[in-house]
């Protein structure tokens, strides 16, 4: 046999050990689920890490889209998540059409998934800080030193290695999200053809980040399941250490239910871009968004008279607030997001009986 893959294939066997880590449900919907998601992680981490590797010839890829189908540490239902690998010692244009979306935002990261399973922010830049011509298009240079002549800047560091991408939708349905595209304004070196030993750094890369990624959100499951049910702040660096959006205030933490209960959830609308939450299963993967009401926005949300918003999480609709359903599991995993909001009002929570 291959040796470099049967290297790969007993790598993969060790990471999927996580499956029976002693915190980990072992009910038939959450193993299915699991070995589900490390199909999804393996898909992610190999086009991240085997295919599209050379900083010098970089592409945007979209792995959470309709068709890869990747849901990662929380994902949000509303957003398109795009990146590209890249290398702090180049220059790279990025230009794109504006479509319709409210919110696109751009960072530079120092991408360590591969290594410890974090990711460093060295970058951020908004689309309303860009100009944005008559034809809807605008660019941009993402690099290690800012541009003499004032050109638009996603700032990097020497270091780092992804320019990460989020479009919100409010409502999908009728936006358009921006195109883009990047290029490589100073590629060096001459192509090399593919050898054993390069595949074998860039499987051993995949696995790094295919561990990391699945060790690094069944930690944060951990951390959440003793706290079942209650809403609170556990510190924005907590979020922001996994490659979490500066502009965004985060709530996580975990949910419990009998069939015969409701989670109810009472806050306060702050001053805000968009708002959302949604829904999780235990690995941190949103529920099936498609086919059930598992999330909500600023844009679907019914509010209070007194412009309260109260979100009930429940197997079926208890006929008051904005229901969200379970969709069949009985525990997990939730977010709930404030951008660029001016107060971060703390939800309040309750467990009652329908």
Known sequence: MNATWEKFCNDLLDVGEILSDPIVPQDPLTQAEGVRYLSRLLRYSTINCVEYTDPRWPQFTSAPNPNMMTKIGADNPDNVYMRANISGKYTYRITGTRGTVPL??????????????????????????????????????????????????????????????????????????????????NPD???????????????????????????????????????????????????????????????????????????????????????????????????DYHRSNIYINNHTAKLNDDGTLTIVVAAKDPGYGNWISTDGHAEGTWAMRWIKADSHPIPTAKVVKI
């Open 104 to 185: 696109v935002t751009f960072g530079s990261r120092i991408n360590r998934y591969h290594i410890d399973g974090t990711m460093m922010q060295t970058g951020d830049l908004h689309i309303h800080d860009l100009e944005v011509d008559e034809h809807g298009r605008f660019e941009f240079i993402a690099s290690s030193e800012k541009p003499a002549d004032g050109t638009a800047w996603l700032p990097m560091d020497p270091e780092s290695n992804l320019i990460s991408v989020r479009q919100t939708y409010k409502d999908r349905r009728n936006e358009v999200i921006a195109e883009l595209s990047i290029e490589c304004l």
């Open 189 to 287: 070196g001459e192509f090399v053809p593919l050898a054993p030993e390069e595949i074998g750094q860039r499987l051993d890369k995949a696995i790094g980040m295919f561990r990391g990624t699945a060790g690094t959100f069944l930690e944060w499951s951990r951390k959440f399941m003793p706290h079942a049910n209650e809403i609170f702040d556990w510190g924005q660096d907590y979020f922001q250490n996994a490659g979490g959006d500066p502009t965004i205030f985060y709530f996580h933490g975990y949910w419990k239910l009998a069939e015969d209960e409701a989670w109810v959830i009472e806050t306060e609308i702050p001053n805000c871009e968009y708002y959302n939450f949604v829904l999780q299963n235990f690995w941190v993967e949103s529920l």
